[in-house]
């Protein structure tokens, strides 16, 4: 059965760096798109990062959310999505998820889910 | 950027009554690239409940369904059982990033 797990939060520092990273089995994982949702404590769903099944394209949140601090990529040789997430500060406290979207290409629905993994920033 | 607005905030009823959750779109989802989430509080992972406005997603029970286009969409659950006591969330995939989420429907037991 398809599974995501996520693995890398923790305790950081504002302005320090963390990377994330999922791990994917029961499905052949180059085919198929994925995606980085957070979720602050208490809130709502929040879109991160998407990258396609092959790591070429790569899309993020806009504005100063997380665009230019954050870089999703894939090891397709390891069945690992990774987010590196430098520069960060306290409003990125949150649980990452990483989610798989339904196609390889572009961007759709996502199909499933990892359990997250906690990310704390403070000093 | 579409932002999508959910109602109620929370929806409180009781086992065996029907639910229904609105989503309204503050533009037009293109292609009705409406999806809805269903989120267990303390209970990983999200799993996913109707795609594409209308379609149940594997495994999700009948009386799951899902309607609407354009800005406004709809999820009715015809008889609650006690397990779909969550947090939904809808969301938009349309043909401009980003994709957005609403800020959820809480439903809870009466």
């Known amino acids: 059965q398809v599974q995501l797990v996520e693995s890398g939060g923790g305790v950081v520092q504002p302005g320090r760096s963390l990377r994330l990273s999922c791990a994917a089995s029961?499905?052949?994982?180059?085919?198929?798109?994925m995606h980085w949702v957070r979720q602050a404590p208490g809130q709502g769903l929040e879109w991160v990062a998407l990258?396609?099944?092959?790591?070429?394209?790569?899309?993020?949140?806009?504005a100063d959310s997380v665009k230019g601090r954050f870089t999703i990529s894939r090891d397709n040789s390891k069945n690992t999505l990774y987010l590196q997430m430098n520069s960060l500060r306290a409003g990125d406290t949150a649980v990452y998820y990483c989610?798989?979207?339904?196609f390889g290409s572009g961007w759709s629905y996502f199909d499933y889910w990892g359990q997250g993994t906690l990310v704390t920033v403070s000093s | 950027e579409i932002v999508l607005t959910q109602s109620p905030g929370t929806l409180s009823l009781s086992p065996g009554e029907r639910a229904t959750l609105s989503c309204r779109a503050s533009?037009?989802?293109?292609?009705?690239?409406l999806a809805w989430y269903q989120q267990r509080p303390g209970q990983a992972p999200t799993r996913l409940v109707i795609y594409g406005a209308s379609s149940r997603a594997t495994g999700i029970p009948d009386r799951f369904s899902g309607s609407g286009s354009g800005t406004d969409f709809t999820l009715t659950i015809s008889r609650l059982e006690p397990e779909d006591f969550a947090v939904y969330y809808c969301q938009q995939y349309g043909s401009s990033l980003p994709i957005t989420f609403g800020q959820g429907t809480r439903l809870e037991i009466k």
């Open positions: 029961g499905f052949t994982f180059s085919t198929y798109a």
């Open positions: 533009q037009s989802v293109s292609s009705s690239y």
């Open positions: 990258i396609s099944s092959d790591g070429s394209s790569k899309y993020y949140a806009d």
């Open positions: 989610a798989r979207d339904r």
